[in-house]
């Protein structure tokens, strides 16, 4: 059963600061990974999509990924109130009969004032 | 560019009815997914359509079906609803099945009493 794993908070941090959300995925095949926001009451929004192992930047988001631990993080710089949602790490494995995306539960952010 | 798009946005229905929900994917998109978001499950896959064949199914009963058009919308179908089958289902479309990202419609609320 491939997995995807995350935090499922709630992470609390004060306005300024940086977020960081961490996730773990099981299936070491996995090829395409994505961080997704999505608010309370809507749909996934794409934030962030990581392919190579290091970090790719993003204004204030940065993804990091590192294949070896199979893990995946997104850094938010200068948090804002406007950043609390709860976000979703999906994992997809390209090829084959696997290329659906396979999300986490997703880590609740609040950002206070 | 429109984006995904999907109707109803809500629907409420009763024990053993049916549904057919639709989705209507980005200009040039020819890959469709459907997902099933409930708190406790998280956003779960239900299938993925491309070029109007089912390329991927997940985990679920033989009471949820799809299909796909030449056009590239998509239908999907649940027979005899269950109580449980409340949840936001969520369409969301890409290029292919590689390292494209998807992108999510607004998703159709489906309550059922």
């Known amino acids: 059963q491939k997995e995807v794993e995350q935090n499922s908070g709630p992470l609390s941090v004060p306005e300024g600061a940086i977020a960081s959300l961490n996730c773990t995925y099981s299936d070491r095949v996995s090829q395409s990974f994505f961080w997704y926001r999505q608010y309370s009451g809507k749909s996934p929004e794409l934030i962030m999509s990581?392919?190579?192992?290091g970090d790719k930047e993003d204004g204030r988001f940065t993804a990091q990924l590192n294949k070896a631990s199979q893990y995946v993080s997104l850094l938010i710089r200068d948090s804002q109130p406007s950043d609390s949602a709860t976000y979703l790490c999906?994992?997809?494995?390209?090829?084959?009969?696997?290329?659906?995306?396979?999300f986490g539960k997703g880590t609740k952010l609040s950002v206070k004032p | 560019k429109a984006g995904v798009t999907q109707t109803p946005r809500y629907l409420i229905k009763t024990r053993g009815q049916q549904v057919t929900l639709s989705c209507s994917p980005i200009s040039g998109h020819r890959s469709v997914s459907w997902y099933q978001q409930t708190p406790g499950q998280g956003l779960q896959f239900l299938f993925e359509y491309f070029s109007e064949t089912q390329r991927n199914k997940g985990n679920f009963p033989g009471r949820f079906s799809g299909r796909q058009f030449s056009n590239s919308r998509s239908e999907m179908n649940v027979s005899t609803l269950e109580l449980g089958d409340s949840a936001l289902y969520l369409c969301?479309?890409?290029?292919?099945?590689?390292?494209?990202?998807?992108?999510f419609g607004d998703g159709t609320r489906l309550s059922i009493l």
């Open positions: 990581i392919y190579s192992n």
């Open positions: 969301a479309s890409t290029t292919d099945r590689g390292y494209q990202p998807q992108h």
């Open positions: 999906a994992v997809r494995n390209y090829g084959g009969s696997q290329g659906n995306l396979i």
